[in-house]
């Protein structure tokens, strides 16, 4: 009998579907995937696909801006509940509110927001390309940025801008303990420490490499001389390290206890909705198909293709 990623497999063929997934699905995702990607890569390659189907292993901003770069092709995701606590903080309305407070002012969000959100926004960035979009605006450019306040407060401190900050965050890359990142740089003094940006400030102080997921993984890939590396990112990042990297020591750091109790895991459970089951119905079925009204695409698109022409 089959297995289930051969079975995934050729329905992808017969359907002349594409898998790609986020490094942080689940393992056996990722292994299945035909492509696995940070968010940029993944828009990327979206814009790019000659498939009839698209299905986007990753949360639900990912799928829609998936299908605002394809609108004729079918895009689906296998769980679409499978959201963002970073991307449900900046409601649409809010957002059109706090531009009406800054009329002069230009938008630029993360990719982890809605399609309503991206349709209000000027361009777009990933943290794979933020310090070079924001510095491809004029110096004097008055900047509403949103809906993370870290990767925010980083890009203001790297390039000297000083934009206005949304407040919000992730609750998984706030989360990273410092005392346990203190600790491991005790214990395995020669580490690198490599940060996404969307870590808290004090975090990133301690970094030693501050990046994308792609950024992160090509650090490590790229210095096989080096041998201990402390990553403070979602875990799902090591599987394709260790894959790409098997002798290197890879060290994740723990989130703050909450409430007392300790709590070793630093998963997005919202990744982790997806699973081979749910990706093999709905690619069986072709459900759970992502629908972004026509009106809201055509302005979310701008944006969007604003930022891949400038990531060239
Ligand atoms: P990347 O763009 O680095 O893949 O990050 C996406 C994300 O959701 C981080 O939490
Ligand atoms: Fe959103 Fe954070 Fe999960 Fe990334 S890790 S998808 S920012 S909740």
Known sequence: MKNI????????????AVILAHYYQRAE??????????SLALA?????????????????????????????????????????SLADSCKAEDLAAWKKQHPDYQVVSYVNTSAAVKALTDVVVTS??????????????????????????????VTGRNMELWNGCCHVHSR??????????????????????ECKQIILNLADVIGSTQAILNYVRQ???EKDFIVVTESGILHEMRKACPEANLIPVPPEMTEGVGCSCNE??????????????????ESNEVIVPEEVAEKAVKPIQKMLDWSK
């Open 5 to 16: 990623q051969q079975a995934i497999r050729d329905l992808a063929s017969k359907k002349n």
């Open 29 to 38: 995702i990722q292994d299945v995937a035909d492509f696995i990607g940070d």
């Open 44 to 84: 990327q390659k979206a814009a790019q696909t000659n498939a009839d189907i698209l299905v986007m292993c990753g949360v639900h901003f990912m799928a829609e801006t998936a299908k605002i770069l394809c609108p004729n092709k079918k895009v689906l995701i296998p769980d679409p509940t499978a959201g963002c």
């Open 128 to 157: 794979s390309n933020a310090l070079k979009i924001v510095n491809h605006l004029p110096k004097d450019a008055k900047i509403l940025f949103g809906p993370d306040q870290n990767l925010g407060a980083y890009i203001n401190s």
């Open 176 to 197: 990273f303990s410092v005392e346990a990142l203190l600790n491991l740089k005790q214990q395995y003094p020669n580490a690198k420490v490599l940060a996404h940006p």
């Open 223 to 225: 210095h096989p001389e």
């Open 268 to 285: 997005c459970e919202y990744m982790r909705q997806n699973t081979l089951e749910k990706l093999y119905e709905c690619l069986l079925n």
